[in-house]
């Protein structure tokens, strides 16, 4: 069964930091692109970063640049994104999702895990 299942969200301070986990089944995480997305109360969908097959290559929001990493792990089929220096600005759902195309500039995919709930309090 293809899936993705995310962990690792909670509640934090601000200046805190948490380590998501997206586990991976029915596909190589490294195969195919995948990407971090969240989204806040009232507000749309953003790619926070993502990062190409074979790893070399990755994309990051201005927003998160320089504070969060992402990186997978190929023996335990799992993608991760690393998030410190939070901000209150950072709540919301993450979700990974794989199986991408870019349309209009826009990055839509088709496969999606459950999502994982970030909090961060001033």
């Known amino acids: 069964q293809v899936q993705l299942v995310e962990s690792g969200g909670g509640s934090v301070q601000a200046g805190g930091s948490l380590r998501l986990s997206c586990a991976a089944s029915?596909?190589?995480?490294?195969?195919?692109?995948m990407g971090w997305f969240r989204q806040a109360p009232g507000m749309g969908r953003e790619e926070v970063a993502g990062i190409y097959s074979g790893g070399g290559i990755t994309y990051y929001a201005d927003s998160v640049k320089a504070r969060f990493t992402i990186s997978p792990d190929n023996a335990k089929n799992t993608l991760y994104l690393q998030m410190s220096s939070l901000k209150p600005e950072d709540t919301a759902m993450y979700y990974c999702a794989t199986n991408c195309r870019v349309v209009s500039g826009k990055r839509l995919c088709t496969l999606w895990g459950q999502g994982t709930q970030v909090t961060v309090s001033s």
């Open positions: 029915g596909f190589t995480v490294s195969s195919l692109y």
